[in-house]
């Protein structure tokens, strides 16, 4: 990792911690009533042996499968884009390094036009329409709903690729994940810190004095 990749991890660290710090004192300050209910749902629901493992279960299996499939497309487009080249290259007489380097091409171009086709839109509308869904059954506002999957949406598609292109599909798998989950909670921090601020400026505006009109009294007209 580069310096330059360095300051900029440390840099989101800092931001998403100071996020999350501002976000729970949020949380206490509009109350439990008031703050997100779907990051009610954290990893210890998933260990509860009961409903909230099968949800985990389903969710993260659901999630995998869709990951999957894009994988296999890409590698299936590959292949045959490949063994076509190689065989067209063959066929026209050239030299079997020649043919091989037209077949490496070929299989990249169509690993491109594959990973295009299906590059992050299965999995990450998966994940952020089970957010949506999460937020919902938990009694969240659409406002909460909203900003949960579409931090989703972002962290699957953001951390996905970065993942991807470090370390391949194993790195596209895991990027995949995490970026799910942390995209869901930091949508659900700003969406407390908007909650938090409104909350502020509601109290202020109450606490502000209201002006009194001063009517003079009966009787003492101004000559």
Known sequence: MTKKKRVHFLLAIVAIYGLSTAAEKCREMVGREAASKS??????????????????????????????IKSTHVEIASHLAKEGALAEAISQGKTAKDATKEAQKAAAKAAKVATRQAEHILGPIVSSGWDLFEAFYFGGTIAEGTLRCSGTLVGTYLVGFLGEKSYGRVGYFVGSMLGSWGGGKVGLMIYDLVNGVEYILQSLQLKKPQQQHYRRPAGHEEL
């Open 39 to 68: 990051g009610q749902f954290s990893i210890m629901n998933c260990l509860d042996g009961g409903t909230g493992t099968v949800a985990c279960i389903v969710k993260e299996g659901v999630k995998t499968y869709v990951y999957s």
